[in-house]
């Protein structure tokens, strides 16, 4: 066991766990924030994806002593009254059907246009290649993407 101290959507954590311990677990079962899912456990499906310093990463397999002082936003740190722009548009594109998915699938989309205020549909497509939605919403997706850049951009 170490201890961690770790920045979590913008709150002070200190952990006493194990330094193996993959990051998803330390979010859901120590700091108690459960938006974000365990799914396949081997980083492949993006279920788990968190932010860390902005870009996504895979946290079913991120072992917490690789955090660093990095800060961490998971989907319940996007927006705390849960109107950031891709928060809306996958509300207006009505994008989810079991919304297992919704909480990485909305993360890649906030940072792809943090960076990227207007990105092309290859660069959504780009952007998502590697998150899995097993209910194939990917069209709604990318329609969502394409409209939280548009309310970005009014």
């Known amino acids: 066991m170490a201890e961690f101290k770790l920045n979590i959507n913008e709150k002070d954590y200190t952990f006493d766990v194990d330094p193996d311990m993959p990051l998803l677990w330390v979010i859901r079962d ?5 938006g974000t899912k365990f799914s396949c ?34 989907i319940e740190g996007l927006s705390e009254s849960y109107n950031h722009p891709v928060q809306q548009a996958w509300v207006e594109e009505q994008v989810p059907q079991c919304g297992y998915c919704q909480s990485g699938q909305i993360l890649v989309g906030a940072s792809l246009l ?31 993407v394409l409209r939280a850049a548009q309310i970005i951009n009014s």
Do not use: W
């Not at 120590?30 to 459960?34: R, V, Y």
């Not at 456990?41 to 002082?69: D, M, N, Y």
């Not at 998150?131 to 919403?137: K, L, N, Q, V, Y």
């Open 30 to 34: 120590f700091a108690g924030l459960t």
């Open 41 to 74: 456990g081997i980083a492949q499906c993006g279920a788990c994806t968190v932010l860390l310093e902005g870009k996504p990463v895979r946290s079913c397999t991120l072992p917490v002593r690789a955090v660093g002082k990095h800060s961490i936003i998971t």
């Open 114 to 144: 943090e960076n990227n205020s207007s990105p092309s549909e290859k660069e959504i497509q780009d952007a998502y290649v590697n998150m899995i939605c097993r209910c194939g919403t990917y069209p709604r997706i990318k329609k969502a």
